[in-house]
């Protein structure tokens, strides 16, 4: 069955171009004008991805503001900035508030596509018949790929997609410093330095939300990050 993208999109012709281009690639496409009748749909049924602008229609932020409903509602459903706000305190206020990505609408129709298709891939890899790597224990850390679950000390983390993958890289090489280029193919992502960073301070967050004295995550300064422990 294809998957559906849903767009939440204020002006008519961009929301419908890029539903149009969804389309020619096999999508299915919920399309929305503003933050309220997108989530009053969502209640119902949500899509497999969400592209989202910022500003929508007099919603200023009102794209910040679904995104983190979204987020606290689904921790790993696929979530993409798609905006004229190119500022990097923009960029970074969307990756802290969860989203996969952060894009701005000059990109090109093909990369976009490449993004979105990498993101698909990453679900389809979690619903991968089980191997032995399915299942990491370090610790307090226990990491279940088949149901997409990382849990410490025995209490779910919610990651997102983007943050599930990082820890999995991290974890399942104790000790192994990885750089920015092995996170992101290991992420399956095109992720600049300050994008990997905001992803690691917001896992490192929900990490010290359960447990204040956590430090497993450290930062090889010039190099990249490593998992500390066994």
């Known amino acids: 069955m294809a998957k559906r ?17 969804f389309r020619r690639e096999g999508y299915g496409v919920d399309a929305y004008d503003a933050r309220k009748p997108a989530l009053a749909a969502f209640e119902t049924r ?17 794209g910040f503001e679904l995104c983190r409903a979204l987020r606290a509602r689904a921790p790993e459903l696929p979530i993409i900035f798609l905006t004229a706000r190119d500022s990097e ?19 090109s129709l093909p990369h976009l596509m490449a993004r979105i298709a990498a993101l698909f891939r990453r679900l389809d890899a979690i619903r991968e018949p089980q191997t ?11 990491i279940d790929t088949d149901r997409m679950n990382v849990s410490w000390q025995g209490r779910p983390l919610g990651l997102t997609l ?14 192994h410093v990885k750089n920015r280029q092995q996170l992101m193919d290991a992420a399956q992502a095109v992720l600049d330095d300050n994008t ?23 930062t090889v300064y010039g190099m990249g990050y490593r998992w500390l422990g066994d």
Do not use: C, M, Q
């Not at 305190?89 to 990109?107: E, M, P």
């Not at 032995?132 to 226990?142: Q, S, T």
């Not at 990997?196 to 301070?201: D, N, Q």
């Open 89 to 107: 305190f923009d960029a970074v206020s969307g990756l802290r508030l969860g989203a996969d990505d952060y894009l701005t609408k000059d990109i």
């Open 5 to 21: 993208i849903a767009i939440v999109e204020d002006e008519a012709a961009i929301r419908e171009n890029y539903s149009a281009a």
């Open 46 to 62: 949500l899509p497999d991805l969400v592209v989202i602008d910022i500003n929508l229609k007099d919603d200023v932020e009102g």
């Open 196 to 218: 990997i960073t905001s992803h690691i301070k917001r896992i490192r967050r929900k990490f010290v939300a359960i447990d204040p004295d956590f430090d497993a995550i450290e």
């Open 162 to 175: 983007t943050e599930f993958w990082l820890v999995h890289a991290l974890a399942r090489y104790p000790g």
């Open 132 to 142: 032995k790597d399915n299942r990491i224990a370090r610790g307090d850390l226990e």
